[in-house]
């Protein structure tokens, strides 16, 4: 069974909404003001070589879609399958566009025949909502957090209002110069 990895670049408050950039006020919010220290940035490199496919949220896929397929750093991500879970989404929107191997996912259960199949880990980024889902249907094996030391009060939560308990073993943490930290968690079954 191929493991399932929620990765993410997370605030104190919990907010993962628009790390790198966008629409939203903080957008950019991994980049203003925090010292740019490589080590803290090693882990996304690992994930990258480890990962077998990406699964993404409709969200997350529309941000990601014009954007990383120009990026030389997602040479690895851009040549392995994508899934984007959505029921809104036609098929072409996914796959007739400039980003090899995209598929659709309808529903939780064709994620959960995804994670049966043979290979390696499928790796979650950003898509809080689907995060939420797929963590209430018992799909997420472990999280991959970068912390960063900052509080805006507002954005997507990714452990929202409601979503229930669950347990967390830290595997591995590491803090950096800038303040940010690493934690890496399986999830108890």
């Known amino acids: 069974m191929r493991p399932v990895v929620v990765t993410e670049f997370i605030r104190l408050d919990g907010v993962v909404d628009s790390p ?6 903080h957008a ?4 203003k003001d925090i010292e740019f220290v490589p080590e803290a940035y090693a882990v996304k490199g690992r994930e990258q070589e480890e990962a077998s496919a990406l699964l993404l949220g409709r969200v997350t896929f529309e941000e990601f879609a014009p954007v990383w397929p120009t990026m030389d750093d997602f040479a690895t991500y851009n040549a392995m399958p994508k899934y984007v879970v959505s029921r809104t989404l036609d098929d072409a929107a996914v796959t007739d566009i400039d980003w090899a191997d995209c598929h659709v996912l309808r529903s ?4 959960a025949k995804l994670k ?3 290979g390696g880990p499928i790796l979650v980024h950003g898509s809080a909502a689907p995060v939420q889902s797929l963590l209430a249907a018992g799909l997420v094996d472990g999280f991959t957090l970068l912390e960063f030391p900052v ?6 939560r990714l452990w929202a209002e409601g979503i229930g308990r669950t347990d967390l073993r830290l595997r ?3 803090a950096y110069s800038n303040g ?4 890496e968690f399986d999830v108890v079954q």
């Open 172 to 174: 591995n943490t590491e």
């Open 180 to 183: 940010i930290r690493l934690a």
């Open 116 to 118: 049966e199949a043979d």
């Open 151 to 156: 509080v805006l009060g507002s954005g997507k």
């Open 108 to 111: 939780l259960d064709e994620v």
């Open 20 to 25: 790198g950039g966008g629409e939203y006020e």
């Open 28 to 31: 950019g919010w991994t980049f």
